[in-house]
T-cell receptor, first 117, second 113 residues
Framework: AQKITQTQPGMFVQEKEAVTLDCTYD???????LFWYKQPSSGEMIFLIY??????QNATEGRYSLNFQKARKSANLVISASQLGDSAMYFC??????????????FGTGTRLQVTL | GAGVSQTPSNKVTEKGKYVELRCDPI?????LYWYRQSLGQGPEFLIY????????DSGLPNDRFFAVRPEGSVSTLKIQRTERGDSAVYLC???????????FGSGTRLTVV
């Protein structure tokens, strides 16, 4: 079974600073995908970034980058130049790839990020 | 439609009543997922449809929960004899071909009083 662990229930960061949100995962599969989602107080899940298990380069999307360390089974999200609008819950998630039916996402418990002035 | 639409956005019901939650996925997305998110938790998988059939319903907590997708588009999550513990946000997501991403709806907040 897949498992996602996010050990930081809450994080604070000052505006314009960088912050790293931790995510470790456990799977016996060779092929999998890792996702990060942002959930503001309004409730919608906003896709941020994706990393495939066979991707050799770390994924980047604007101010978001994913620090993928396959041997350590970690997929930390780095947000650079934090903005007040980044305050939200952040979820790490994983899915199996290319298996018959199991394409569901497994989520961690989330990290609440608060950006301060 | 342009996004995943969930109705109603909020539902308050009395314990023991029956409720239906609706999800209208992105046009052309063959896969549809239901998740339940309790306060302070991450979303938990309930059921996944590929077309009209339930490909994986292993997350449904008990037989009071049931979901259908009769024409391979709109899906309805049905909860019988609601209990206070069913109170949560129910999220729906859809996805296109394998390897593509997921688009989530804004959820239905269910409160059982």
């Amino acid at each position: 079974a897949q498992k996602i662990t996010q050990t930081q229930p809450g994080m604070f960061v000052q505006e314009k600073e960088a912050v790293t949100l931790d995510c470790t995962y456990d799977t016996s599969d060779q092929s999998y995908g890792l996702f990060w989602y942002k959930q503001p107080s309004s409730g919608e899940m906003i896709f941020l970034i994706y990393q495939g298990s066979y991707d050799e380069q770390n994924a980047t999307e604007g101010r978001y980058s994913l620090n993928f360390q396959k041997a350590r089974k970690s997929a930390n999200l780095v947000i650079s130049a934090s903005q007040l609008g980044d305050s939200a819950m952040y979820f790490c998630a994983m899915r199996e790839l290319y298996t018959g039916t199991a394409s569901k996402l497994t989520f961690g418990t989330g990290t609440r990020l608060q950006v301060t002035l | 439609g342009a996004g995943v639409s969930q109705t109603p956005s909020n539902k308050v019901t009395e314990k023991g009543k029956y409720v239906e939650l609706r999800c209208d996925p992105i046009s052309g997305h063959t896969a549809l997922y239901w998740y339940r998110q309790s306060l302070g938790q991450g979303p938990e998988f309930l059921i996944y449809f590929q077309g009209t059939g339930a490909a994986d319903d292993s997350g449904l907590p008990n037989d009071r929960f049931f979901a259908v997708r009769p024409e391979g588009s709109v899906s309805t999550l049905k909860i019988q004899r609601t209990e206070r513990g069913d109170s949560a946000v129910y999220l729906c997501a859809s996805s296109g071909p394998a390897g593509s991403g997921y688009t989530f709806g804004s959820g239905t907040r269910l409160t059982v009083v």
